[in-house]
């Protein structure tokens, strides 16, 4: 059996893939899970329809899908992980082959029983 993109130990179409199609995720960390799968995987719908309301307006979706396809994802690594926080760092190859790490401190809010992403903080940014 071959893992999620997300790390977890089940299958993408027993893990993310449900959630990217539709199914609500049921808290921060898997929201922020499938919101990676969906990198890898190229749904850019599901990127921005998964960004609350309120900051989609600042939305590119030619620029979230050409970060999206010119980028090698390799792993996401959660560093913690709260109710409405999510740490994490994600590897990658960027379009010259450099190996590369976001890492970021993402804010959620569960808005009408459906989480959302709302904005993130990067540490060690001045």
């Known amino acids: 059996m071959k893992k999620c993109f997300c ?3 089940k299958p993408f179409s027993g893990c993310c893939g449900p959630i990217i199609k539709g199914l609500t995720a ?3 960390e898997k929201l922020m899970r499938s919101r990676y799968s969906a990198y890898v995987t190229h749904a850019i719908d599901y ?3 998964t960004t609350h309301a309120s900051k989609r307006a600042g939305l590119v979706r030619k620029e979230i899908e050409e970060w999206a ?3 090698v994802w390799q792993q996401l690594e959660i560093v913690s992980a709260s109710e409405f926080r999510v740490e994490f ?3 990658f190859k960027d379009r010259k082959g450099k190996n590369q ?4 401190q993402s804010m959620f809010v569960y808005d009408n029983a459906v989480w959302y992403y709302l904005e993130g903080e990067f540490p060690g940014e001045p």
């Open 101 to 104: 790490v976001h890492h970021e």
């Open 89 to 91: 760092k994600a590897y």
């Open 7 to 9: 790390g977890a130990n």
């Open 47 to 49: 990127l921005i329809e």
């Open 69 to 71: 396809k010119t980028n």
């Open 26 to 28: 049921d808290s921060a």
